[in-house]
């Protein structure tokens, strides 16, 4: 059973910058890809970005494509998303998630694991 803890959440004012972190445990993190879905009120959560198993491969969804970053330490096991030029669209909560697979993956299926969520709250 893998456990992921985000932190890093909080408010920050349009065009700012967050980096929220992922602390894995249980599990053999390095096997697996990694990636970050937010929630938004009133909306169905979405795929944000993803990383494979080596962190040599990465995808992102269009709206943080060039803003966004994730990364990974296997030796920490953990994952990171670098979050620049927020805009108040980008308020939501954000979950980190593992893997079935190593590949970049898009979609909730492919993720057996589940953090409990951090908020993000950008100010206009």
């Known amino acids: 059973q893998v456990q992921l803890v985000e932190s890093g959440g909080g408010l920050v004012q349009a065009g700012g910058s967050l980096s929220l972190s992922c602390a894995a445990s249980?599990?053999?993190?390095?096997?697996?890809?990694m990636g970050w879905f937010r929630q938004a009120p009133g909306k169905e959560r979405e795929f944000v970005a993803a990383?494979?198993?080596?962190?040599?491969?990465?995808s992102y969804a269009d709206s943080v494509k060039g803003r966004f970053t994730i990364s990974r330490d296997n030796a920490k096991n953990t994952v990171n998303l670098q979050m620049n030029s927020l805009k108040p669209e980008d308020t939501a909560v954000y979950y980190c998630?593992?893997?079935?697979?190593?590949?970049?993956?898009?979609?909730?299926?492919?993720?057996?694991?589940w953090g409990q969520g951090t908020q993000v709250t950008v100010s206009s």
């Open positions: 998630a593992s893997s079935y697979r190593t590949s970049t993956r898009y979609a909730e299926r492919d993720y057996a694991y």
């Open positions: 249980g599990g053999t993190f390095s096997s697996y890809g």
């Open positions: 990383i494979s198993w080596s962190g040599g491969s990465t």
